[in-house]
């Protein structure tokens, strides 16, 4: 993939930022009042092609890249939206382009381009197992020219959105397999078929506004056509989509510390107690500057995670320390926003406590903060496994 100039990535955040000029505080209030799902946003960004970004120009994506992709996501969190509700638009087809067989990726992915086909339900997480993803208990039994599905997962962002789900099941139980990755398999599973046949979805809701659900299966018939890969291999085929997902999730957290960090700054110079602006003084000044760091820090380690993928090289430790270090600077962005706003961050229409509730979601999924400092110790550094 060709690298993306300095002046391309400008123009993307040049229209990225006029796109969410439609799209003010009062849209987002509104819809967190209801707990609503942000329809027109979504819409608007289909339709300027930016969710197309990953999708190589052969499927009718833009074939722009992870780094450019990572600059829309950025660019919109900064300007006070939310990704949250379409970013898996973006990534979740990847499993689909890596390791789907040519007839799934000529059928599926250009729809996906297009965004005529929503596939941004991403089936992982089951409510025993947790993080220790190997354990999951969802079950897909060969019968004939099908699987059939029995189980249950949780925290499926966007079920209720999406006209397709990259599901992971076991195929092979835990006592029958080899190699303890082995034995789960991914499927494509066709949500609007599924949900009259035995699929239950039942929404959660969280202290932000995340379309999120858990999904019930009940014999839920898959073709078999609709297996990604081989079967057993799923395991290995979802950790191949985490590295671009941790990426790009770490530079909406850029972009909200940059939110942060810009309200924060813009209140400290205007509010006026003890007859000068809060700003003036360096116990307001510092936390401010301190947050601002730990954003530029964690900004090249994203970017650099996003040139080695697209470079085609390894990005793992980028990929895991960036998202930790992202999520930590806007979580320090958001907590001296609060401190610097006084009471005026406790109001809905200052947007602080929306964005305040929105990024400390972060540092837990979709990957927590222990999980990526396991990985750096055992796999990076190579102290011993604790699991
Ligand atoms: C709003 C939201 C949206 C989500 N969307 C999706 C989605 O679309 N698809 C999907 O599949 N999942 C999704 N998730 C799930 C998310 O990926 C998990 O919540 C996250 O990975 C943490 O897993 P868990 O909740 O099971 O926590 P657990 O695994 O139960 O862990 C709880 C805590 O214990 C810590 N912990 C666990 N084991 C260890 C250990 N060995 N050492 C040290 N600490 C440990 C963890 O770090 C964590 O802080 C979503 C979650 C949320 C909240």
Known sequence: MSTISHDELEAIRDSVRALC?????????????????????VKALTDAGFLGALIPEEYGGSGLGLRAACAILQEIHKNGCNAGAAHAQMYTMGTVLKHGSPAQKKDLLPKVASGEIRLQAFGVTEPTSGTDTL??????????????????KIWISRAEHSDYMVLLARTTPKDQVKKKGEGLSVFLLDMREAKNNGMTIRPIRTMMNHATTEIFFDNVKVPAANLIGEEGKGFKYILDGMNAERTLIAAECLGDAEWFINKAVAYAN?????????GQNQGIQ???????????????????????????????????????????????????????????????????????????????????????????????LGLPRSF
């Open 270 to 278: 205007d509010r006026k107690v003890f007859g000068r602006p809060i």
């Open 135 to 152: 354990q999951l208990n969802t079950t897909a039994v060969k019968q004939g020219d099908h699987y059939v599905v029995n189980g249950q």
């Open 286 to 380: 510092f936390p401010i500057a301190r947050a601002y760091a730990q954003f530029k820090a964690a900004s090249l380690i994203v970017q650099s995670s996003a040139d080695k993928f697209d470079a085609g090289e390894k990005n793992a430790e980028e990929a895991n320390m960036g998202k930790m270090l992202a999520s930590e600077a806007s979580w320090a962005a958001a907590e001296i926003c609060v401190q610097v706003h006084g009471g005026f961050a406790f109001a809905e229409e200052f947007d602080v406590e929306r964005k305040f509730r929105e990024t400390r979601l972060y540092q837990v999924a979709p990957i927590s903060t222990n999980l990526i400092l396991s990985y750096l110790a055992e796999h990076v």
């Open 21 to 41: 000029e439609q799209f003010p505080g009062a849209y987002w209030r509104d819809l967190d009042a209801k707990r609503e799902y942000p329809t027109a946003f």
